[in-house]
């Protein structure tokens, strides 16, 4: 019974021992990990800085290459992403990118050439316009919203869901008057949808004397 005993001591030693070595590993491997993870996200806001420094400056030197224009914008957009923990950083990137979107845009818009060509910076155009509503919705600077939809409407003059948008987008700027035309837009394209007896309800309600001169 005595050796018997000790065997059993012997082995429980054995195994408490391995627990507190598994143990220790676990502990010393979480600080590491964090460690290794806030390097890897340094590097990576580093990399996207040097980025964005070369585009501008290829920019520069190429002020009509469009390709570079839109992947500026699109790098100050990953740029802000990365800056959740600053407010005032995020917001920065976002207005940087904006405004980068806004320059690829007119550059776009001024295109000549074939009806293809044409064609494809119409194309071109919307896709970044749809982005740029993002950026400023992201924003919440819905003035600006307002205007970018203004910019679709005129591209894309049948596309009911642009009208919806933007009168919900003109309501949110104070502009009952844009939103009224909106929608009013939008029921002509689109007079059987889900939503068009809540337009309507807020169309009538907003065209008795309580829109805006």
């Known amino acids: 019974m005595l050796l018997d005993r000790r065997r059993v001591r012997f082995w429980q030693r054995i195994v408490f021992g391995a627990m507190a070595v598994l143990m220790a590993l676990w502990l010393v491997s979480i600080p590491i990990g964090r460690w290794v993870g806030c390097g890897s996200s340094e590097q990576a ?11 501008r400056q290829r920019i520069t030197a190429s002020p009509g290459d469009l390709a ?6 699109e790098s100050l957009r990953r740029r802000a992403g990365q800056a ?3 407010a005032q950083e995020r917001e920065d990137y976002l207005r940087a ?3 980068a979107y806004e320059a690829y845009i007119k550059r776009l818009a001024k295109t000549k050439g074939t009806k293809a060509e044409l064609k494809e910076a119409e194309r071109l155009q919307i896709a970044a316009l749809e982005d740029l509503v993002v950026v400023y919705r992201t924003l919440n600077d819905f003035d600006n919203v307002k205007r970018v939809f203004g910019l679709l409407t005129d591209l894309r003059p049948n596309n009911a869901s642009y009208f919806y948008d933007m009168g919900r987008t003109a309501i949110s700027a104070g502009d009952t008057n844009t939103a009224l035309l909106a929608f009013g837009r939008y029921l002509e394209l689109e007079p059987d949808s889900e939503e068009a007896a ?3 309800d807020w169309i009538a309600a907003n065209t008795s004397g309580g829109a805006n001169p």
């Open 97 to 99: 990118s904006a405004e």
């Open 45 to 55: 806001v580093n990399t996207l800085d040097d980025e964005i420094a070369t585009l």
């Open 198 to 200: 809540q337009i309507k």
């Open 68 to 73: 570079l224009r839109l992947e500026l914008a």
């Open 84 to 86: 959740v923990q600053d």
